[in-house]
Nanobody, 121 residues
């Protein structure tokens, strides 16, 4: 299983970015996929998750600003980030797990990408 993130970069406060994560060799069903982030000096935290049926879950810190989605044909996971704040600055990771538990718990995921940096200033 390989997960490769892209779309990170630098953006001004209030701006938008859309992250992508291409997934290969992941054939589990059911499954969940998620976006996590880790700021310098902080623990990695769950941001958003989506399951095979399209149900979504968000952390309180991003609810209403971020949207997670997936393209099953292209095997790609997305994170649309709007109204970005300086506190959104972090390395963003996509992750995947088998099973239908829609969780933002980091330890529940066992396939991870290498991350893409998002900087908001």
């Amino acid at each position: 299983v390989q997960l490769v993130e892209s779309g990170g970069g630098s953006v001004h406060v209030g701006g938008s970015l859309k992250l992508s994560c291409t997934v290969s060799d992941f054939t589990f069903m059911p499954y969940c996929m998620g976006w996590f982030r880790q700021a310098p000096g902080k623990e990695r935290e769950g941001v958003a998750a989506i399951d095979f049926a399209g149900s979504r879950r968000y952390s309180d810190s991003v609810k209403g600003r971020f949207t997670i989605s997936k393209d099953n044909v292209k095997n790609t996971l997305f994170l649309q980030m709007n109204s970005l704040k300086p506190e959104d600055t972090a390395m963003y990771y996509c992750a995947a797990r088998s099973g239908d538990w829609l969780t933002l718990m980091e330890s529940a995921y066992y396939y991870w990408g290498q991350g893409t940096q998002v900087t908001v200033s």
